[in-house]
């Protein structure tokens, strides 16, 4: 019989915290700490393959599910000496999600399920506390209206702060038990009118009701959202845990709170935390009230009183909670992120699992536990999520530039931008796709706001502290962040926000500082970050392990000089049609395409060749001895055609003819499809003597960069678009000319090599025939997605999205690759073309170059390169690493 349900509790436990996959992240390490004896309330987990069963299934469960979630029920009761429903002694349970891989906030939760009418009363005996017993109630109902009933949340918080005005008080924690009852039975008939039924009293009928509510939500749309933008299958599922409550609100000897074993913000070796006296778990991460600092070196940093601080103010618990920090991290030998309750002056762990992290923390911690022998430098490298390094690789505030700060929060997630204010998820959404930089501004944010986060450059909130909801989510996405901004006074109305005088509309730009806490109003000029000490040290350390060389696309001097301070090994794509579109090119290249003749198109031509020839000396001269590829002119013609009258005028005069002549030409090169029309080597077919002024102004270029420098670069000419082996070999021909025609001319040889774009399906599966002309191949993976797909990237946007919603697509094939499509073309090409020549060199400079599950997939098939742009180059050397790190591990 299959096993649904894994419990723990007492010292032991069913399952390890090597079961993630069928009891979730958070059920596998309750586990685990229940078996290293630490002090886990007891419970028991319902596995992920229940979910996998209950969508199969529609939304019902396996036979033999409720007989052993009686039995788990059984267990618990007779290791806390409570019942499930007695109004004696009622044992109350939490119930929460748990996936495999952590998605903070993403998903439901239920606490203080179990009490009613009834047992409520015998929690105020028991406790001796009536306030306590009805906080707890009145909790319990908000929570499971909202996430079991539907009931909006803000229709219990209305009715929580009209209570609170009524009896002039300022904190829940000021209203006493009569004034919770009074909001208990408003609550019940809150539910009765939104929901149009009771609220249940039956504690089986609560906890079967919250179990599905969990399993819904992995489908929610908030899940469905942060698991498309971290790339987290939905098929793995969730597991729902049901765990003993303990609690936090009974008194000022009791406290709740989140806690990490190191910073991460900075990934500084200190206890980072934040707790609360006499609350529950979620008052912390809601950010209603603000939190107050762990330690007290914590608190002296972030600017709250030390001696509000949880070692100060419960200096026991605060040494027992430290102990089980240094214990858990050296179990696990990584930085943990830990959930713990203080029941009357006892301490409960309630999970713990690996800390999300800035980029910045993430590098200082992977390179500090290797220095400090935890972890290897190879398992150091494997720490690093590679495109997380996107967030160190750009500007940070100008320390000399003028900021007038307008407000002050929580430095909660590191990271300087400027934009425009926006108030909700759905407006940062809508502008962000236009293509704005906004600044998503909220009271306090929910996981209802995940879209809006994504698409928002920053995020500021006026409560919340540094683990609210708003701050974990902008650390993990790499979103500059300031919470708990509490002298913003923010009007969802007026979509204003006022702050030390100043009012600040919807729309109008601002800049924050998220690993200062500032706000600051205008734009604020930046500066280029400063990539040494963890950074440089975690580099070094990749750089030694990969096989895959990473090279750059640059098309400008900019480009490369940005390249190679990121670390790229020379340019895999040099667009030569890119350097065509200032003013006095553009004229030259369209007098060019519109000649009528050889001699006409040679007499534009000269004008150009100087021109490309100094760009290519520049390029050379700045990437010295690393290879240099140069693919020849690859536009489709539309994009240099004149459309305006002006600019046919314009042309026109160049070339010495007549507008209408212009115009009749133009009308002649009209493509229906130009990106399937008169494009790459079928420009150099039919106009040949584009090829041969590309291919003088590179060898010439070559040239004169020796008689500058004293070495001259090995330049790598690429023929793009081939599909037959002709194509090629009667171009390439025409480049040899050249290079012999130039090297008699200089006296100096000139070693060179040319190549291809595998771009076309055809080309893939004749690359044996091409290899025996190509000395080397470069996917080029955008064109062969859109080929391969018969998608348009510049259209396939419309549908993407629902695509990859349906599972048609499990990713968007423009920014990782197609790998069982696009990616076996380009596996048969690669084996194709060494099977012909052995030696021939393989690379890939789509955009796909950058990605690392496609740098994976290039580093199985055996690619000699990738290439990317210049900001991503970083992010490819460590992907490269870690493809190494896992061939190994699978050999």
């Not at 390490?29 to 319902?46: D, K, Q, R, Y």
């Not at 939760?109 to 017993?133: C, I, K, M, Q, Y």
């Not at 529950?280 to 600017?303: F, H, N």
């Amino acid at each position: 019989m299959t096993k649904w349900v894994s419990s723990f509790g007492d010292g032991k436990a069913e399952g390890t915290a090597s079961m993630k996959a069928t009891l979730g992240g958070k059920g596998a390490n309750l586990a685990e700490m229940s078996n290293l004896g630490l002090p886990v309330p007891p419970g028991f987990t319902i596995t992920t393959d229940v979910c996998t069963y209950f969508y199969a299934h529609d939304n019902s469960y396996p036979p033999e599910l409720t007989a052993m979630v009686e039995e788990a029920l059984g267990k618990m009761e007779a290791q806390t000496s409570m019942g499930f429903g007695s109004a004696e002694k009622p044992l109350l349970v939490s119930v929460r999600s748990g996936a495999p891989i952590s998605m903070p906030g993403m998903m439901d939760t239920v606490l203080n399920l179990g009490l009613n009418d009834e047992t409520v009363e015998g929690l105020a005996r028991a406790s001796g506390d009536p306030r306590f017993a009805y906080d707890s109630y009145r909790r319990f109902i908000q929570m499971y209206g909202d996430v079991v009933m539907e009931v909006k949340h803000y229709s219990f918080e209305e009715a929580l702060e009209d209570l609170k005005r009524e009896k002039g008080a300022r904190f829940d924690t000021e209203l006493d038990a009569e004034a919770l009852k009074e909001l208990v039975k408003t609550y019940k008939a809150i539910v009765r009118q939104e929901a149009s039924r009771d609220f249940p009293q039956d504690p089986k009928e609560q906890l079967w009701g919250a179990i599905g509510a969990v399993f819904g939500s992995w489908m929610s749309a908030r899940a469905i959202t942060y698991r498309r933008i971290n790339s987290i299958s939905a098929e793995m599922g969730t597991a729902v845990t049901v765990q003993a409550m303990v609690f936090g609100n009974m008194g000022d000897d009791c406290a709740t709170g989140v806690a990490f074993t190191r910073n991460p913000s900075t990934g500084e070796k200190l206890y980072y935390g934040e707790y609360l006296i006499n609350a529950q778990g979620e008052d912390v991460v809601a950010g209603i009230r603000t939190p107050q600092a762990l330690s007290k070196a914590m608190a002296e940093a972030g600017e709250s009183d030390p001696a509000e601080s949880m070692e100060v103010k419960l200096p026991g618990t605060y040494k027992e909670l430290t102990d089980v920090f240094d214990k858990l991290e050296a179990h696990y030998r990584e930085m943990q992120d830990i959930e713990f309750t203080v029941q009357q002056g006892k301490l409960y762990v309630l999970q713990t699992r690996t800390g999300k992290r800035t980029a910045a923390a993430a590098l200082k911690i992977a390179v500090d536990l290797a220095a400090e022998k935890v972890i290897t430098q190879d398992e150091a490298v494997g720490r690093v999520e590679p495109a997380s390094l996107d967030q160190l690789l750009h500007p940070t505030l100008d320390p000399k530039a003028e900021r007038k700060i307008i407000a002050k929060g929580l430095p909660a997630s590191p990271g300087a931008v400027s934009g425009k204010v926006v108030f909700n998820a759905e407006d940062a959404e809508a502008k962000a796709a236009a293509g704005e930089a906004v600044i998503l501004v909220r009271i306090e944010t929910s996981p209802d706001d995940i879209h809006g986060m994504h698409a928002a450059k920053g995020i500021v909130t006026q409560r919340g502290g540094m683990t609210s909801h708003a701050a974990v989510v902008a650390r993990g996405m790499g979103k500059a962040c300031v919470c708990g901004a509490g002298e913003l006074s923010i009007s969802y109305r007026d979509k204003t926000f006022t702050s030390q005088g100043v009012t600040v509309k919807e729309g109008e730009e601002i800049t924050i500082d998220g690993g200062a806490g500032l706000v600051m109003a205008g734009r604020v000029p930046t500066v280029d970050p400063q990539l040494s000490g963890d950074f440089a040290t975690l580099m070094e350390w990749a750089d030694k392990l990969r096989r895959l060389k990473v090279r750059t696309n640059a098309d400008t001097p900019t480009d490369a000089r940005t390249a190679i301070k990121f670390g790229a090994e020379g340019i895999g794509l040099c667009r030569t049609e890119h350097m065509f579109f200032q003013d006095e090119r553009i004229l030259a290249m369209r007098e060019m395409i519109l000649a009528q003749d050889v001699e006409g198109r040679r007499k534009a031509l000269a004008k150009i060749l100087p021109m490309q020839k100094g760009d290519f000396v520049q390029l050379f001269e700045i990437m010295g001895p690393r290879p240099v590829t140069i693919r020849l002119l690859d536009p489709p013609l539309h994009e240099f055609l004149p459309h305006e009258p002006h600019e046919m005028d314009e042309v026109a005069k160049a070339a010495g003819v007549e507008p209408k002549t212009v115009r009749r030409r133009v009308a002649e090169l009209k493509e229906a499809n130009p990106m399937l029309g008169l494009r790459g080597c079928r420009l150099g077919i039919l106009y040949p003597e584009i090829s041969e002024m590309q291919a003088r102004a590179i060898f010439e270029a070559v040239v004169e960069t020796a008689a500058k420098v004293g070495t001259a670069p090995i330049p790598e000419v690429m023929v793009p678009l081939v599909a037959m082996a002709k194509e090629f070999e009667l171009i390439k021909a025409r480049i040899d000319a050249v290079a012999r025609e130039v090297m008699a001319e200089s006296g100096k040889q000139i070693e060179y090599q040319v190549g291809t774009m595998i771009e076309l399906p055809r080309a893939a599966l004749r690359a044996d025939e091409i290899a025996l002309e190509a000395s080397f191949f470069s996917f080029g993976s955008n064109d062969l997605t859109q080929m391969t797909l018969g998608l348009s990237r510049d259209d396939a946007g419309k549908f993407l999205e629902p695509y990859q919603k349906a599972g048609i697509f499990e990713h968007d094939p423009f920014q990782s690759i197609d790998q069982s499509g696009v990616g076996e073309l380009i596996q048969i090409g690669a084996e194709r073309g060494r099977k012909v020549r052995p030696d021939i060199k393989l690379g890939i400079c789509g955009e796909h170059g950058g990605d690392p599950a496609s740098i994976a997939f290039c580093e199985k098939v055996g690619l000699d390169y990738v290439s990317c742009s210049p900001y991503r180059v970083p992010i490819a050397r460590l992907a490269a690493a870690q493809a190494m790190l896992r061939q190994k591990s699978a050999n």
